[in-house]
């Protein structure tokens, strides 16, 4: 049997865009960057645990967690990429030393697109 388990048609997620999705009982963002690439981040944040949309001003929209091909989080600023590494951390905040050895600190799952399908493998 095969790992990978369809999420959600891939039309359904346009360029830019953000979706907060629940999947086996985790909750995750899922985005599609400007090169067309999807990719699924834990929606809470590595550096002080915040769920990442809750941040925003209200009537922001979901979408404006990303930037530049990465999540920001809203609440202190720092990165992510889609390896779960954080890329920026603004200055005068404490970069922890897995940041500093570009080691991953957010939870991602692997995704693809197949037969008109997203579709993720548990980690
Ligand atoms: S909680 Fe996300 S940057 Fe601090």
Redesign the pocket.
């Known amino acids: 049997m095969s790992k990978w388990q369809d999420l959600m048609p891939s039309a359904e997620l346009v360029v830019g865009q953000v979706m907060a999705i629940s999947w086996q009982g985790e909750d995750l963002l899922l985005y599609r960057t400007a090169q067309g690439e999807c990719r699924a981040l834990n929606a809470y944040?590595p550096?002080?645990?915040?769920y990442?949309p809750s941040g925003l001003a209200p009537g922001q929209s979901i979408s404006a967690l990303l930037r530049d091909s990465e999540i920001h989080?809203p609440?202190?600023?720092?990165s992510f990429d889609g390896l779960g590494r954080c890329t920026h951390i603004p200055a005068g905040q404490r970069v922890p030393p897995a940041v500093r050895k570009g080691q991953p600190v957010a939870r991602c799952w692997p995704l693809r697109e197949s037969g008109g399908q997203i579709q993720i493998a548990p980690v």
């Open positions: 944040c550096h002080m645990g915040n990442m989080c609440f202190h600023g720092w």
